[in-house]
Structure formats: structure tokens, C-alpha cells
């Protein structure tokens, strides 16, 4: 990596995490860590099948996508989320990661262009901007940008790491300002399938885009919902226009999905009832692990969905994380999202059923 653009990122967040992890895992009944969301329950049997199924293939995959994995993800949004986009508009990434972090400088986005994100968000937003060269603005409110024309405009509903759940007629107000200048709008909807209190609405469902995906993209990701994080799944959908610039783009770089991890979303996008069993398993330890934490004197905030619990004890981030792993539990600082996190940690739901109640059970001491 050149220093001029290493200069232009910031530290990586999970590194600093280091100390407090050793001083959990010195625990001795073993370490319960809470802080990065990694599915730990098996991929389903019906992926795995799929995914040994396609191993013989020789040739090179295309980056489209195949038809029938394409027609399966239009299904699914149609299915799941009441969402209609044409399989045309479908492009499958290689996990949702690297779409974030590249996809301003495939949109074209550059020095002395601004990019907003929401004032907690996934560190990977801004990694994306500084990469692209771009300036960034975080703000939760669209009047915070004043007269500004920005070139992308991020969404994350359900929030990583808050939990919080935008509501269309919010959504809606942000599209129809973005559609103004000219912006285009990504949402984050990779925890779109684990709603709690709330029921999260995508940017393309009619009811935020007004029945035309002009201007807006959606990124989907199944690490969570069908435990694939170690396939590196995910996708990408919406203005048929940007999604064709993105193919274009993406076909000169290389960046393809494999044929046997496009034949197992494939077979996760067509199965519904494995992503239900995960969202049951997770909703099953979070009525663990939210009480548990209100117990010992946590507040948790928003997390009306995803995979967190958004919690705070009145006092610096890193004095929780510190407390916490004291009693052998490591959570992520609120810091690593922002600096407006700096009183608040993010305590994840994966773990293994066993850990969740072993936490629980400190917690409770």
C-alpha cells in the first residue's frame, strides 16, 4: 500500500481491542466475546449441499452472476420484504465488505466530492470515502448538510451498531432530498431479516422509493441471515442504470463471486425456513442477554433490531469494556463506530447458546 494512501485511513479499529481481549480471555472459566458479530452456528445443510454440488465446475464464473441466482434474489426481496426489482438489477458481490469499501471509487466519486454517513456507523463507510479520496460529512439529519450536493449518501437500517430502525416516512424524506441534488443513496440492509420491535422497510420497497429506483442502491448480505460470513455472499440491486456501471467496472477488476458460492446463495435465497430458525436462535439469546445486561445496570438503547444490543452505563466507552472484561466478557467500544459512541458499547448476539447464558450468568453475579 502507497504511504499517501495508507495515510488517508484510519487505524484499524479491531487491533486496539487487543488488551482487553487478553484480559477476558484470562478469565477462568474462558473468554464470551460479544464484540465482533460473526455467525457462529452451522451454515445449513441445504447451502452446503448446494455449494459441494457446484465444486466440479471449471470454467470462469461471470460477474453478473448466473440467471438462476439473479431470479432467486429478486424472489426473495419480493418474498421477504415485499421489494420488486428486475433480475437484471441483481449483482452478486463478493461478501458485502468489499462492495462498501469500494463502492465509491466505482461510482466515480473523488477528491472534492462528499460523501455523508450516518454519525454511528459501520467503520467500512468512511474506509470507502478515504479510499475514493472523497470528503466526509456524518450527520443523522439531511438539514445538517445545508446547501451541500453530496455525491453518495449512506443508509443503514437496521443500524450496526445501534440497532435502530429508520421508518419509511423517514427513508422517504431522506430519498426525495437526495433526489434534489443529485445523490445517490446506498442503504446497508444486511440485518433487514432481524426485526424485534420494529419491522424494517428497505429503500426500494414502494412505500420509500415511490415506485422507481432511480438514484438509490440496496446492499444485501447473507452472513447473517444464513450464516454464510465465511462464503463471502452478498449482492447488490436497485437503479438499473448505477448497477450496469458497477458491472461494467467490476468485470475489468476481476471481482467475481465463485460458481459454487453463487450456487449456495442460490439455494439461500430460495429457502426461507432456515432464516427463520437463525432469527429464532438469535431472538432466543438476546431474551437472555438484554435483561441480563439492564440487570447489572446497562441501559440498552435503540436495538429494536440486528444483531446488537446498543448499552451504556452512563460513563467512557472503554471503562465498560474494561469492566467487561473483567468478568471475562469482550464487547466493541461505541468508539469504533464514531465519536458519538463514546459512551456506549456494542454487545453482540453471536455467540453459541452456552456463551450467551455463561454471560448472562457473570452479568448477574
Known amino acids: 500500500m502507497s ?25 477462568p472459566d474462558g473468554l464470551v466475546d460479544l464484540s465482533v458479530g460473526t455467525p457462529v452456528d452451522p ?18 464464473p461471470t460477474t453478473h452472476g448466473t440467471p438462476a441466482l439473479r431470479q432467486a434474489a429478486a424472489d426473495a ?30 461510482l466515480g466519486v473523488g477528491a472534492g466530492d462528499l460523501v455523508v454517513l450516518p454519525s454511528l456507523a459501520y467503520p467500512t463507510y468512511e474506509v470507502g470515502a478515504r479510499l475514493a479520496g472523497a470528503d466526509i460529512l456524518r450527520t443523522d439529519s439531511t438539514v445538517a448538510a445545508g446547501p451541500a450536493r453530496p455525491k453518495l449518501l449512506w443508509l443503514n437500517s437496521p443500524s450496526n451498531p445501534t440497532g435502530r430502525v429508520l421508518p419509511p416516512e423517514h427513508l422517504r424524506k431522506v430519498v426525495d432530498w437526495a433526489r434534489e441534488r443529485g445523490t445517490v443513496v446506498v442503504s446497508d440492509e444486511c440485518y433487514l431479516a432481524l426485526g424485534w420491535e420494529s419491522e424494517p422497510v428497505s429503500v426500494l420497497h414502494e412505500s420509500v422509493s415511490g415506485g422507481s429506483h432511480d438514484g438509490l442502491l440496496a446492499v444485501h448480505s447473507l452472513s447473517k441471515s444464513s450464516n454464510l460470513a465465511g462464503y463471502r455472499a452478498g449482492y447488490v440491486t436497485g437503479d438499473p442504470a448505477l448497477v450496469e ?58 436495538s429494536e433490531a440486528g444483531l446488537y444490543l446498543w448499552s451504556t452505563r452512563g460513563e467512557d466507552a472503554w471503562t465498560t469494556v474494561d469492566w ?38 457473570r452479568l448477574l453475579a
Open 43 to 60: 451454515v445449513p445443510p441445504v447451502i452446503q449441499e448446494a455449494l459441494t454440488g457446484a465444486a466440479w465446475i471449471p470454467g470462469y
Open 245 to 302: 456501471r458497477l458491472l461494467a467496472v467490476r468485470k475489468h477488476a476481476g471481482m467475481i463471486v465463485p460458481h459454487p458460492v453463487q450456487a449456495a446463495m442460490t439455494a439461500a435465497l430460495t429457502d426461507d425456513e432456515h432464516v427463520a430458525t437463525q432469527k429464532a436462535a438469535y431472538a432466543a439469546r438476546r431474551a437472555v442477554l438484554r435483561p441480563a445486561l439492564e440487570s447489572a445496570g446497562f441501559t440498552v438503547d435503540h
Open 324 to 361: 467487561l472484561a473483567a468478568r471475562g466478557i469482550l464487547a466493541a467500544p461505541g468508539t469504533f463506530y464514531g465519536p458519538a459512541g463514546d459512551r456506549h458499547v456494542r454487545v453482540a448476539l453471536t455467540a453459541t447458546d452456552e456463551r450467551v447464558e455463561t454471560a448472562a450468568a
Open 3 to 27: 504511504g499517501a494512501l495508507e495515510a488517508r485511513l484510519p487505524d484499524f479499529p479491531w487491533d486496539t481491542l487487543a488488551e482487553a481481549g487478553a484480559k477476558a480471555g484470562a478469565h
Open 77 to 106: 426481496l419480493a418474498r421477504r420484504y415485499g421489494v420488486l426489482v428486475d433480475p437484471v438489477s441483481v449483482l452478486p458481490t463478493i461478501g458485502s465488505k468489499e462492495l462498501v469499501a469500494w463502492l465509491p471509487t466505482l
